[in-house]
Structure formats: structure tokens, C-alpha cells
């Protein structure tokens, strides 16, 4: 069964950190550009960054740049978002996706094909 499954939300104060994961199973990465995403509450969902298939390239939203940095091991078929000096505004439940391609783009969402359940992220004080 594919399956792609986010971990390593929580609760964290401003200024903290988190890793997500996004790990894979029923499938190989090698092949895949991911992409996480989040949504806030009454807020539309937003593209936070994406990694090509082999992670030579990334792309990130501009409410993230220098402060989120996306992985891949595809060794480990296994996704990483690693996100610095945190903001309230980063509190959302954050979501991990397939695309169909091999490079990646977060504006062309229909090409995501397969999601994750989220994991929930709070920065808070």
C-alpha cells in the first residue's frame, strides 16, 4: 500500500526548531519530486518547499526562505524539512506530497498525487 507519513511535529516556542520527516512506503522515492505544503486554520493551503528526485534542486515559499531547508536520503526513502527560527505564523499542520514529476514545482498542485495525514506544528509562547 503507498503510503507517505509525516512525523516530528509538536509544539515549539518562537525563535525554535523542527525536523519533519516525510517517510515513504509502498513505493521508491528516487523517482519523485516531494513537496510539503501546510495549511492554517481558515487559511488556503500554501506550498512551503519542494526537492527534485535526485535533491539537486529545491524551491521554497518566500515566507520560508532562510529558514527552512528541505532534504531527501533516498537511501532511507525519507523526505526532511528542517525548519529555524519559527514563527506563530508557521502554525499550521504541514503536509507531505508526491508529485508525479521529477522536478519539482509548488505551484502545480494537481501534479501531487499522493498525500500525507499532516502533522501538526504550533509556535508558541
Known amino acids: 500500500q503507498l503510503q507517505l507519513v509525516e512525523s516530528g511535529g509538536g509544539l515549539v516556542q518562537p525563535g525554535g526548531s523542527l525536523r519533519l520527516s516525510c517517510a515513504a512506503s509502498?513505493?521508491?522515492?528516487?523517482?519523485?519530486?516531494i513537496g510539503w505544503f501546510r495549511q492554517a486554520p481558515g487559511k488556503e493551503r500554501e506550498g512551503v518547499s519542494c526537492?527534485?528526485?535526485?535533491?539537486?534542486?529545491?524551491n521554497y515559499a518566500d515566507s520560508v526562505k532562510g529558514r527552512f531547508t528541505i532534504s531527501r536520503d533516498n537511501a532511507k526513502n525519507t523526505v526532511y524539512l528542517q525548519m529555524n527560527s519559527l514563527k506563530p505564523e508557521d502554525t499550521a499542520i504541514y503536509y507531505c506530497?508526491?508529485?508525479?514529476?521529477?522536478?519539482?514545482?509548488?505551484?502545480?498542485?494537481?501534479?501531487?498525487?499522493?498525500w500525507g495525514q499532516g502533522t501538526q506544528v504550533t509556535v508558541s509562547s
Open positions: 506530497a508526491r508529485r508525479i514529476f521529477s522536478q519539482c514545482s509548488l505551484t502545480d498542485v494537481p501534479a501531487y498525487d499522493y
Open positions: 509502498g513505493f521508491t522515492l528516487d523517482y519523485y519530486a
Open positions: 526537492v527534485s528526485s535526485n535533491g539537486n534542486n529545491t
